[in-house]
């Protein structure tokens, strides 16, 4: 639990062992087996995912520029190690709102999980969950947030907004009867990103029923018989459960409208609502600017996360990394996050080098699911947990909040803001 504290059904995954270089783990399913980086789900994901699946969570928006960016960012930074120094005593546990984490790093929040995988968002938070780490429940979801946080209690829930005072009031009062202590209002959802790519790749929300989808699915009979036929014969057809405070639309539909209201007219205001009504932490993902860290700070937001959605919304949108300074500056006391491209340890500390308190990772994690199940995503957790472990003795630190930008130098690409 993302408390630090466990109960004997929900055991946290020992750490990983320090100063061993990864081999084949014998006791890993064949299938997680030649995982050995979080980038090697993606391959396999691919094989196992019928072509509209897998462009949604692999695709952008227009030329994928902010996405190809989110990754290309770290590479203008380099590392520089200290030695000598005792590291033999280091954790990589941190605190987040107060509570203690066993890595400084999440699952961000990903939409339509349960068609990746079967009982998908539930197979990310009881890894979440094990792990010692919170995991952030997509308002895109297709399980009702009630049972993923009645199994994982340190869940937290992000909300797309309906674009109603009195449907967004619902939809709080629901999150909070449901007993997530932690609500993350999603912001960067003006209007619906140009996804090119789900278009080329045959996707909507809801799937429109065709025989390339049909063909799609066949062609994968893997993901038809372990996730689609499982979903089908034990739960029935898949809703969107968690866009309002009541059910959606079904995920396979003739009408292709997906019915999340329009959002372009919401402002500050909705989110001043919303802190009035939810006593639980509050967290405004979506940031870029430090302006909007300021404003959120003033009404009332208790941390922020840097985020350009994955390069989904806006593309050419500047990548959180670099984004991260400035919103760090202007946050005030709020606690600061960010994802977006983070795919190695490294990655990880050098978020935390630029301002990050914490980190959220999500298409590996997503893959994770999809290739091994649970036991992909505990796999890719222990991945990531041993080489940001590795890193930071390699830097010669003893914990995540020792790392600063002392511990980098730029070595191209255009500075942060």
């Not at 205001?269 to 009035?276: D, K």
Request: charged letters at 25%; glycine letters at 10%.
């Amino acid at each position: 639990m993302a408390d630090g504290t466990s109960t004997p059904s929900q055991a946290p995954v020992p750490p990983p062992a320090r100063g061993v270089y990864r081999s084949v783990n014998k006791s890993l399913p064949r299938a997680l087996r030649p995982i050995l980086a979080l980038d090697d789900f993606e391959p396999a994901a691919r094989r196992k995912l019928p072509r509209p699946l897998f462009g949604y969570v692999a695709g952008a928006a227009e030329t994928n520029a902010s996405l190809k960016d989110n990754r290309a960012v770290f590479q203008d930074w380099a590392f520089r190690p200290r030695y000598l120094i005792d590291v033999s005593r280091r954790t990589i546990g941190t605190t987040l709102f107060g509570r203690e984490v066993r890595a400084p790093f999440g699952i961000a929040p990903m939409g339509i999980s349960a068609m990746m995988a079967y009982r998908g968002d539930l197979v990310l938070a009881r890894a979440a969950r094990d792990a010692g780490i919170p995991m952030i429940m997509s308002g895109s979801s297709l399980i009702p947030l009630e049972e993923v946080v009645r199994e994982a209690p340190e869940s937290w829930f992000q909300a797309y907004l309906p674009g109603e005072p009195a449907r967004i009031a619902g939809l709080v009062e629901r999150v909070a009867k449901a007993g997530f202590k932690t609500l993350v209002l999603t912001v960067d959802t003006t209007t619906m990103g140009n996804r090119e790519n789900n278009v080329r790749s045959g996707f909507s929300t809801p799937l429109k029923p065709t025989l390339r989808l049909a063909w799609d699915g066949a062609i994968r009979p893997r993901w038809l018989l372990d996730t689609m036929f499982r979903t089908l014969r034990r739960h029935g057809m898949p809703h969107f459960e968690n866009s309002y405070a009541t059910r959606g639309a079904p995920i396979i539909a003739r009408n292709v409208e997906r019915d999340f209201g329009a959002r372009d007219h919401l402002n500050w205001s909705h989110l001043a609502q919303i802190r009035r009504q939810w006593s639980g932490k509050l967290v405004v993902k979506g940031i870029l600017h430090g302006e909007d860290a300021r404003r959120a700070h003033e009404e009332g937001a208790d941390g922020v996360i840097v985020s350009n959605h994955g390069g989904r919304q806006l593309d050419g949108a500047i990548s959180a990394f670099r984004a991260l300074p400035e919103v760090k500056s202007a946050a005030g006391d709020m606690v600061v996050m960010m994802d977006g491209g983070i795919r190695r340890g490294s990655d990880v500390l050098k978020a935390l080098a630029m301002g990050a308190d914490f980190v959220f990772v999500g298409r590996p994690f997503l893959y994770a699911a999809a290739v091994g199940g649970e036991a992909g995503v505990r796999h890719g957790i222990d991945i990531l947990s041993t080489e940001v472990d590795r890193n930071l003795a390699l830097l010669g630190c003893l914990a995540p909040e020792e790392v600063g930008m002392h511990h980098l130098m730029r070595v191209g690409g255009t500075p942060p803001l």
